[in-house]
């Protein structure tokens, strides 16, 4: 992309007349087309995705900080391939010019901002429902574009052949640094497949991996989850990937599962129907599906009944302890015993028991 070295054209005739020690009229002339064409183009462009925006579903990425950086870059390459036709940027550094290793840098630093402005504006116009999967979207989008930009500045710069070399001569090197990075890659792919399989996202309560508590933040490494006890536990996604992954709340309803016990003398019918009645109240407990009361168990010192109700899984906790504080109240009130652990110890022998007298011949 080095344009110093021109066609013969420009240093013909009039433009090849020296105006000042080596700038010829064919330098100035062709720097001014440059310039000029960059500024028409950076222009039309602008206003271009500037009417695109208007009309288009994409508005996270052609909006009008684009069209602004998008016209700031072409007019500031433009100045540099203006300088570099007037000899200003000539010099080689490493085998290229000035003007391609600017160039280069520019393309990066712009795509740079790009690709970050796009992520904010992405993650902004989000609703606050579908903000976490537009969270992860977004992050994959800018780390693609600094990737291909990367990419695409070391071609700009002429270094692509000459890196390309490099790495096939440090073969065994590179066979190390894999294996030495190879947990980084993995952890990088599983977060790749993290998101496409979509287990989990940032808000959802979840037990992974011997952990259990709230999702708060998922990276291309690893995934952040604040526990119950407000610790923040990092997890590396290939971990993550590998375990068993309880999503509390992926589903809109959940179920309540809890057992009450009830003494052998009681009737186990009118405990289900107080407890019936008890739910039926409760405005949490969904009607559709109907909760479940029957007899589970005789257990060793009660009657033992599952109570099974769903209610909606953003307010399962919640419901659990008002079930269990209702259900303890209406048995309570309705006279039905819920017995505590009993034992009966049975002896081979008869037991013999001495009784002292005390003073005045009573026993004690």
């Known amino acids: 992309m080095n344009i110093t070295n021109s066609t013969s054209f420009w240093e013909h005739g009039a433009l090849g007349q020296k105006l000042f020690l ?14 000029v064409t960059g500024l028409i183009l950076a222009k039309a462009l602008k206003r271009y995705l500037l009417n695109l925006s208007r009309s288009t579903k994409y508005v996270w990425i052609i909006n009008e900080d684009t069209a602004s950086t ?14 570099d036709a007037l000899g200003v940027l000539s010099l080689e550094i490493a085998g290229t010019s000035i003007s391609n290793l600017l160039t280069a840098f520019l393309v990066f630093y712009f795509s740079y901002l790009l690709a970050k402005k796009s992520k904010d504006y992405m993650i902004i116009r989000s609703s606050k429902q579908k903000l976490p999967e537009v969270q992860v979207k977004a992050k994959l989008f800018y780390y693609i574009i600094i990737t291909l930009a990367f990419f695409l500045a070391l071609n700009i710069a002429g270094f692509t052949g000459r890196l390309t070399t490099l790495l096939a001569a440090a073969g065994i090197t590179g066979i190390v640094l894999g294996f030495a990075s190879q947990t980084v890659v993995a952890n990088f792919i599983s977060g790749i497949f993290m998101y496409f399989d979509k287990p989990l996202k940032i808000g959802d309560p ?26 923040l536990v990092r997890i590396p996604n290939e971990k993550l990937f590998n375990s068993e992954i309880k999503n509390l709340q992926k ?47 005789l257990g060793d010192n009660s009657v033992n009944i599952a109570v099974r109700a769903w209610a909606p899984s953003e307010k399962w906790f919640d419901v659990r302890i008002e079930i269990v504080q209702k259900v303890k109240k209406a048995l309570d009130e309705a006279g039905i015993e819920i017995p505590f652990p009993q034992r009966v110890n049975w002896f081979a022998e008869e037991l013999r028991v001495k009784i002292e007298e005390n003073s005045k011949g009573e026993s004690s």
């Open 22 to 35: 080596t700038l010829t009229l064919g330098a100035v002339v062709k720097a001014a087309l440059i310039l």
């Open 70 to 83: 998008l016209h700031n870059l072409i007019v500031v390459i433009a100045l540099v391939y203006t300088f």
């Open 206 to 231: 979840v037990e992974v991996a011997g952990y259990s508590g709230v999702v708060h933040d998922i990276r291309i490494l690893s995934t952040r989850i604040r526990t119950w006890d407000g610790l």
């Open 251 to 297: 589903y809109p309803a959940r179920r309540v599962d809890i057992v009450v016990g009830i003494a052998y003398k009681e009737d186990a019918q009118k405990a289900i129907d107080v407890i019936k009645k008890t739910l039926d109240e409760m405005p949490y407990v969904l009607a559709e599906p109907e909760p479940m009361i029957f007899v589970d168990n």
